[in-house]
């Protein structure tokens, strides 16, 4: 059974970091290229950010020089750094790949 927990989210003041994590299980990770999105209140999904299994990466124009996907296949675990956060970063962050999505992380950017 594949699941995906994410984690690391939280309340950031402007400016600040956070790092998020989603932990894979019940797949062959390293094959996948594995997803970020986010959704804010009343708005659709987004792709944020993309890692393949050669660890290319592709960001949404929005977060471009300020968030950072990575992998760790020994671990079964990827990563989204985001630094100088802004308050329209706000939303859940969901990990996704294939069929499945975790069950997402608050991350909340406010003075």
């Known amino acids: 059974q594949v699941r995906l927990v994410e984690s690391g989210g939280g309340l950031v003041q402007p400016g600040g970091s956070l790092r998020l994590s989603c932990a894979a299980s019940?797949?062959?990770?390293?094959?996948?290229?594995m997803y970020w999105y986010r959704q804010a209140p009343g708005d659709q999904r987004e792709l944020v950010a993309s890692i393949t299994a050669s660890r290319n990466t592709n960001y949404a124009d929005s977060v471009k020089g300020r968030f950072t996907i990575s992998r760790d296949n020994a671990k079964n675990t990827v990563y989204l750094q985001m630094n100088s956060l802004r308050p329209e970063d706000t939303a859940v962050y969901y990990c996704h790949f294939g069929d499945y999505w975790g069950q997402g992380t608050q991350v909340t950017v406010s003075s």
């Open positions: 019940g797949t062959i990770f390293s094959v996948y290229t």
